[in-house]
């Protein structure tokens, strides 16, 4: 899920990328120009073009006009995951092989980031871009230097972490496969991490998206509910509580305040 500046919600699928616009939905896919239907994350920029995850990573400017990025153009793996920018601008987006940064026509490997999986991508307070995906969470420090965190710091997954998250407050949130929501507390290069016990969960629940909303409330998606942190307490909401699935995917804010799950 992805909210855009003008608040349109947008939806990637396998069956293509969906916009809401109010009361109807506009279908982007293999027709409109697209090489596959079947995307993983998307994101406009600042100069309104709009960027999509797949194999490979697909620039849609205005007019239609679309440019494909691939291996023949520096990304080291087809599979993308995921696109940031960070507060410097640079574009980045992470691979199945690493994370690759925008380089006027091509994309160039971050160092120390080869082999290492790439789902999600954050950027801390000091600037350190810190990257999660496979078993670790990897900090790539802006002054040179790699640091990796794992079941020594308390990065404890069955083999993949599918969201970080920044607070307002500095803690790192990890939304792991198999290994529960972990809060990471630290700076620099030292940080520990723990699972967190959520109401009706379980030590290896599998935690897929974060969300901070507008009153600093965490929202993390699970297998048994809907989960939420007000700063004292945790809460969980299920099916009994209207939802239409106890499994929940991911969660984004909308306009108004509004939850989108």
């Not at 120390?112 to 900090?139: M, P």
Request: proline share 2%.
């Amino acid at each position: 899920l992805y909210v855009d500046p003008r608040g349109h919600l947008w939806v990637t699928t396998a069956q293509g990328l969906f916009q809401n616009l109010g009361k109807e939905w506009n279908r982007i896919g293999v027709r409109e120009g697209l090489p596959k239907d079947s995307l993983r994350a998307v994101m406009e920029d600042r100069e309104g073009s709009l960027w999509a995850a797949s194999e490979g990573v697909y620039r849609l400017q205005g007019g239609g006009a679309l440019k494909a990025y691939t291996p023949a153009e520096g990304l080291p793996n087809e599979a993308v995951w995921c696109i940031f920018r960070d507060r410097a601008g640079a574009l980045l987006v992470g691979t199945d092989d690493g994370l690759v940064q925008a380089r006027g026509t091509g994309w160039k490997l971050v160092a120390g980031t080869a082999n290492f999986q790439v789902r999600s991508i954050v950027q801390g307070a000091d600037g350190a871009l810190y990257l999660g995906g496979g078993a670790e969470i990897l900090r790539v420090d802006p002054r040179g230097g790699i640091r990796r965190f794992g079941i020594a710091e308390g990065v404890v997954t069955a083999g993949r972490i599918f969201r970080l998250l920044f607070d307002r407050g500095g803690d790192l949130w990890v939304a792991t496969d198999g290994g529960g929501l972990l809060k990471g507390q630290g700076r620099g290069g030292q940080w520990r991490f723990q699972r967190q016990v959520i109401p009706g969960g379980t030590a290896t629940e599998r935690f897929k998206d974060l969300y901070e909303d507008a009153s600093g409330r965490l929202w993390a998606t699970g297998e048994k509910g809907l989960a939420m942190w007000d700063g004292a307490l945790w809460r969980r909401f299920t099916t009994q509580d209207g939802l239409r699935n106890d499994h929940v995917y991911y969660v984004r804010g909308g306009q108004g305040g509004a939850l989108i799950i």
